[in-house]
């Protein structure tokens, strides 16, 4: 039975104070009683040698997971990090590290006395594990389509798509959070089901909240945007456009994943300003303090593939919501003012700083409720039980 099941979770990113959909369902089954283990992206040991930032800020007890047991987070839920010795290429050296990383979970696995656990499988590299770990059931949970991201090599989208196949294969179910990978893969998978993005409601309604430091010199009106900064997400051209054709400041508070050109350039310009990634508690302090929550995403079909948690919390919020028009949140589109062009979404601000709104605030907070995240947490475990054997 799915009630008393244990869960491995493997993630693209770490436990820690940025949370994406993996974090927040980890935690959400574990307040169910269901046993979870965190699986972070393995620490690359090359790149924290070479002191790369996004290896060198993980916690030092992750270091150590080498030998040490799985860390504790929450009741119910513990955190390990598998070591990556080797750089993936060669493919020798991709075996050696993918032998590692299954040894790795299969200790942790043994450890916590999981027996035959649910895999919830968020990287498509990490197909082997439904190979090589005994398990009860497979889910390949897909919330990005990469094979389009603009800024990969064309080797590591050939990868991808390679990988993605061989997940897709072991899977017994496959869970899409839009629309736009539904259709891709419904024909792939006999068990493929919508499954998008949530929010948990009661973190963002509300009215006031102390101010921010990082804020008290940000003039007013505010266009605000929390989440990754990514060259493969957001529209630099856009959000210059904004800057020189408006007057509105725009806040960007989220982890900097830009290459260098493109944030020297964001930086540059007038009433632009970026904010280091905040912890979870502390998002909603911003976001109540800005006049309107903006996408200003570039307009592909990697950003078409998406389901911007963002959207959600940002209805949650009850503030006027401005966006460039994407396929992955037309689900929304009676709450968020969409826009084609830049013209248009300079427009869609202005009208909505003078009030001319595409919903009322309640009907925005009232549309985030029926997406909570324990309500797809249950509707996720439904689907589980269906298809245990």
């Known amino acids: 039975m799915a009630d008393s099941m244990d869960i491995i979770i493997v993630a693209r990113d770490t436990w820690g104070d940025v949370w994406r959909r993996r974090q927040f369902l ?20 090359p790149r924290l040698l070479a002191g790369s930032p996004d290896m060198a800020t993980r916690p ?11 860390i504790q987070a929450r009741d119910n839920l513990w955190v390990t990090a598998p070591p990556k010795p080797l750089p ?16 790795h979970v299969r200790r942790c696995a043994r450890i916590l006395k999981f027996d035959k656990p649910l895999l919830w499988l968020t990287p498509e590299y990490a197909w082997f594990l439904a190979r090589d770990i005994p398990h009860s059931l497979v889910v390949y949970d897909i919330t990005d389509d990469w094979v389009h991201a603009a800024s990969l090599p064309e080797r590591e989208a050939r990868e991808i798509r390679d990988n993605d196949r061989r997940m897709t294969a072991a899977a017994d179910i496959v869970f899409t959070v839009s629309h736009d990978l539904y259709k891709k893969k419904k024909d792939a998978h006999t068990n493929t089901i919508y499954m998008p993005n949530g929010v948990r409601p ?50 960007f508070v989220g982890p900097d994943m830009l290459d260098a050109t493109t944030r020297q350039k964001l930086k540059s310009l007038e009433r632009v300003f970026l904010i280091p990634p ?30 911007p948690i963002k959207a959600y919390e940002y209805l949650a919020t009850g503030r006027p919501i401005v966006s460039v028009t994407l396929r992955g949140l037309a689900h929304l589109a009676d709450f968020i003012d969409m826009a ?5 979404y300079v427009d869609a601000l202005n009208r909505n700083a003078n009030g001319v709104e595409k919903s ?18 249950d509707s996720i475990l439904k689907c589980v039980r269906d298809a245990m054997p």
């Open 26 to 45: 980890a935690e959400e089954f574990a307040a169910r009683g269901l046993r979870v283990l965190f699986v972070e992206a393995a620490l690359s040991w």
């Open 60 to 70: 030092r007890d992750r270091r150590r997971q080498v030998t040490a047991p799985p």
């Open 88 to 103: 993936n290429h060669p493919e020798s050296f991709a075996r050696i590290n993918r032998i590692l990383f299954t040894a």
């Open 202 to 251: 009661h973190l963002y309604e509300i009215n006031s909240a102390p101010m921010p430091l990082e804020l008290e010199s940000v003039q007013h009106p505010v266009a605000g945007y929390t989440g990754s900064l990514h060259t493969d997400r957001i529209d630099p051209g856009l959000i210059a456009h904004v800057s020189r054709n408006s007057n509105f400041s725009q806040v």
């Open 278 to 307: 905040q912890p979870l508690e502390r998002l909603p302090h911003f976001t109540c303090h800005f006049d309107i929550c903006h996408i200003p995403h570039v307009q592909n079909d990697f950003t078409n593939s998406l389901d």
């Open 340 to 344: 084609d062009d830049y013209e248009s």
């Open 360 to 377: 009322t605030m309640e009907q925005r907070r009232a549309e985030a409720r029926t997406h909570s995240w324990s309500a797809r947490a």
